[in-house]
């Protein structure tokens, strides 16, 4: 083999080494960065499945207790029924034990089965369990709270189940508030349930399936199974701040149950503020105060307190306040404040904006008000007289040159 065909040799093998080594990288995959666990160190959490329920007067109530591990250690958490309603035996078990303490790896939960037997004669009403979970070394609890809403026994009702997982909801009285229920079928056949509601006066209840918006009127559920429905509340518009019952019927031939959810309504909170004539624009001089009226007024359906102001301004400019603020406004009252702007002593003529906030308890409104800085009236006298200067230097050269 000639010494060219070396040469060619060695090239081509050097283009295949240059060529592999670009294309290396490519090839093999990049490492997956290593996912940062975000868990506290430790945690523990306890809860059942529904806060509240609704049951026929005698019945049983069964379900699971989860105790769950939130940390990156592994816990023992002890478990106990710290507080159980009068005339009812509350009880604990995990497989065919009567259960006080688990062991619960990190990141994991475990269930226990929860059986609250009401004595005979217990009659309708309300009924709070309370369960309590904590480390071994005592430095994590968590505590729960189970409300049993007993309800007279009705023709038919034990075919029906309901469980409100949040019978109560509380907001502004522009909201929206949804509930979720779960239709328990406890008889042995295929059913359909009509479903209706009462509730005050001009409010707007509809029904609907869960996490899908289409109104419905029935809904059906087979033999032994459940199916969440959501109950949708919009309250009137002028419903005042206060607790609303709204009872929830879910019917089936003659079985019949019946929930009670509560909306507890807080108002609504809404400031408007402006100036009296309307005119959001002022006069004013570098570095001279102009002052103008602001006022405040509670648009919404509940008390505003503590009612602040702030101003949004250019550099070395002033804004003060008088009052510097208001304690509380209720409902509709209008009240006026003092507002004071002092432009910088070095602004220059033009238009600035000046940002006037009003800051109220879960409210805020905001007034821009233009300012247009004008020049000082001094000034205008200064360049009269430097004209009058200026006439008066060139009429003394005219009528000197004039002589010779």
């Known amino acids: 083999m000639g010494h060219g065909a070396c040469v ?33 160190e430790r945690g523990i959490a306890v809860y059942t499945d529904y806060s509240g329920v609704a049951v026929a007067r005698g019945e049983n109530v069964q379900m699971e207790l989860t105790l769950e591990n939130k940390g990156r250690a592994d816990e023992n ?12 035996k509350a009880t604990l078990k995990g497989a065919r034990y009567q259960v006080t303490g688990m062991y619960v790896p ?7 089965a929860l059986n609250l037997e009401p004595e005979k004669g217990i009659g309708p009403g309300q009924y709070a369990f309370q369960f309590e979970a904590k480390t071994v070394d005592g430095r994590f609890t ?25 019978p109560v909801l509380r907001g502004q009285t522009d909201s929206k508030f949804e509930f979720s229920l779960d239709v328990l079928n406890k008889s042995e056949m295929e059913r359909t349930f009509n479903l209706a509601a009462v509730g005050p006066e001009k409010w707007e209840i509809n029904f609907k399936p869960a996490y899908e918006q289409k109104q419905i009127s029935s809904i059906r559920v087979k033999e ?14 002028n419903a005042a701040a206060k607790e609303y019952p709204i009872i929830v019927a879910i019917s089936s031939g003659e079985s019949r149950a019946e929930v009670k959810l509560t909306v507890n309504l807080t108002g609504t909170y809404r400031l408007d503020a402006g100036t009296p004539n309307g005119i959001l624009s002022l006069e004013a001089y570098a570095g001279k105060p102009v002052t103008f009226s602001l ?49 910088g002593p070095q602004s220059l003529v033009g238009d600035y904006s000046v940002g006037v906030m009003t800051n109220g308890e879960k409210s805020d409104k905001t007034v821009e008000m233009r ?30 040159m004039g002589r010779r």
């Open 8 to 40: 060619r040799k060695s090239s081509v093998v050097a283009i295949i080494l240059i060529i592999l080594l670009v294309l290396l990288p490519a090839l093999v995959p990049a490492a997956e960065p290593e996912k940062k666990d975000s868990r506290p």
């Open 77 to 88: 958490i002890d478990v106990r029924i710290t507080a159980a309603a009068k005339g009812w």
């Open 106 to 112: 990190n990141g994991k939960a475990k269930t226990l």
């Open 142 to 166: 968590s505590a729960h709270t189970l409300t049993v809403n007993v309800q007279e026994r009705k023709v038919g009702a034990d075919n029906i189940q309901i469980n409100a997982a949040y």
């Open 224 to 237: 032994g199974q459940s199916q969440t429905v959501a109950v949708e509340v919009t309250p009137a518009q």
């Open 295 to 343: 006022f405040v007024k509670n648009a919404g359906s509940a008390a505003n307190r503590n009612v602040s102001f702030s101003s949004f301004k250019p550099e070395n400019w002033e804004t003060t306040f008088k009052p510097e603020k208001i304690d509380s406004l209720a409902p509709g009252e209008m009240k006026q404040v003092e507002v004071t702007i002092k432009p």
């Open 371 to 400: 300012v247009t800085v004008k020049a000082s009236s001094a000034w205008g006298w200064i360049g009269i007289g430097l004209i009058l200067l200026v006439i008066a230097g060139l009429s003394f050269l005219f009528i000197k």
